[in-house]
Structure formats: C-alpha cells, structure tokens
C-alpha cells in the first residue's frame, strides 16, 4: 500500500526499464517519501548511460532519482543535492536522512507513534530520558523538545553522527548521543548511570533482551518499549514484570496496513 505521492513509480518503472540498453541490471528499486517528496533508488549492476539515467529523471520530474552502482553508494540523476528530511509537525522537527539510512515506512503511524511517547512519557524540565537503539532521533529529539536532557544511545556511528546533526539542525542542545552495542555488556559510561527519570526502547525485531536486564539496574521510573515484534516483546516484558514493573497502557501500531504484522508500544511504570 503505497501513499499517494509514490504511486506512479510503477508505471514509470513498467516505462522506462525494458528499453534499456540491458534492463536486466536494475535488480531492485526502492521507493521512499521525504516528507511529501518521492524518493527512487535504483540498485543497478552494470553501467547506465547518462541518457538512460536522463530518461527515468524525464519520466517523472517530480521524483528524487539516485542510482547504487554498489551497496551504500548513491549517485542523483537529477543533479539535487539536498538532503532527504521529513517533519514531525506538531514536534516541529525536522529530521534529515541519507538514502540508505532506516526510516519508518509509514510516515503517518510513525508520527502517531511519537506523539503518543510524547504524551505517555510527558516529558518535563525536570526529566532526563534514555533512548535506547535512538537511530537518528526520531523519538529523542521530539521528546528533547519538553526534557531537561535526553541521552540517545545507537549501534551504528553513522546513525549516531545523522542524530547528532540533526539536533544541531533543530537547535537542541539538551540531546546527546552515544554509540553502543546494547546487547553488550554496557561497562561505565557517562549514559550508563542512574539518573533517568523515563526510558524509551525502540529495539529491532529480535528485542531487546542484553539490553532489558541492564536497563533494569537503572531503575527509572517509567520505561515505554516500542516493538515491532511481539514474541521478543512478551519476553523482555516479562523480565521487566519481574523486575516489579507494571504495565500501565498497551497499545497496537499498524503500520503495515493489510498485514498480519502489528507493532506494540507498552508503558510500564515501576512500584
């Protein structure tokens, strides 16, 4: 199910692809929305004339057009060189990406999900948060926007250098972010300590259990988990029920409509 502005790119790609010179090298397309503005990257293994690429820019000017000769390089057809950003209006942030760069594909549910952690959570001045698995601060900046300090951790340094661009892109200077493997031992940090009032977890599909359980020594006192799979995420509940934490709300994500698959947010405060 695609949003409105995506929708021609199948008949532009049913176009433009069998009269190339070797229609068989463009071996995947990716389609993104920035904000309201069509994204293409197509994933090619040999060489396409400039004219081949002029075509596809021709076919539908009101799209970005990046090709990926190899995996993490991206060339732009039309010869825009802006950074991709969409908004989280009522925040009234803007968050800047790179083609390959992992965003929510759904851009109306993910603003619905960070409006719901801002209004669960209810960030105050006198809050510091964790954002554990903070990509490139989707959740922190929105929520740095009401804190005192929030702290976002993340595996991969250049999600962490995009997060730490972007809160310079917003003006927030009560963000900071730090690079980790979370399902490793944490050891002593200056985000490893107890003083975090809110904790905000958005692992991958495969959970947060490492993270869960040294999580736990920090004791905050309200821990909202964003999943995107529930077995891991009845797991990890369990450790943090057993922790003596209670779930306060829960509630269901669809943010792949038409699916089987169903994301969770989960508000556990401790007693």
């Not at 021609?8 to 503005?37: N, Y």
């Not at 209006?89 to 760069?101: G, K, N, V």
């Not at 029920?241 to 779930?247: E, K, V, W």
Request: charged share 15%; net charge negative.
């Amino acid at each position: 199910m695609l949003a409105a502005p995506l929708q021609p790119v199948f008949a532009v790609l049913q176009q433009q692809i069998p009269p190339l010179s070797r229609p068989e090298s463009v071996t995947h397309a990716e389609v993104i929305l920035a904000g309201e503005q069509p994204v293409v990257v197509l994933r090619h293994i040999a060489a396409l004339s400039a004219a081949e690429q002029q075509s596809f820019v021709a076919a539908w000017p009101q799209a970005r057009w990046f090709g990926e000769p190899e995996a993490g390089v991206f060339i732009s057809w039309d010869g825009n060189s802006a950074p991709l950003s969409y908004q989280l209006e009522p925040q009234q942030i803007t968050l800047q990406f790179a083609a390959d760069d992992f965003i929510q594909v759904n851009a109306k549910v993910n603003q619905l999900m960070v409006s719901q952690a801002v209004s669960w959570l209810a960030p105050t001045a006198a809050d510091t948060i964790l954002d554990l698995y903070a990509g490139m601060g989707n959740f922190s900046l929105a929520l740095a926007r009401q804190a005192k300090l929030v702290h976002g951790v993340e595996g991969l340094s250049k999600m962490v250098q995009q997060a730490a661009d972007n809160a310079a892109l917003n003006k927030l200077d009560n963000v900071k972010f730090w690079q980790a493997d979370l399902h490793l031992p944490w050891g002593k940090t200056a985000w490893n300590q107890p003083i975090y009032q809110k904790v905000l977890l958005d692992p991958a599909r495969a959970g947060a259990e490492g993270a869960v359980k040294q999580l736990l020594a920090l004791k905050p006192a309200q821990i909202l988990y964003v999943s995107c799979n529930p077995a891991t995420f009845a797991r990890d509940a369990k450790a943090m029920l057993a922790a003596g934490y209670q779930l306060q709300k829960l509630a269901g994500v669809d943010m792949f409509p038409h699916t089987a698959h169903l994301e969770l947010m989960a508000l556990f405060s401790r007693q």
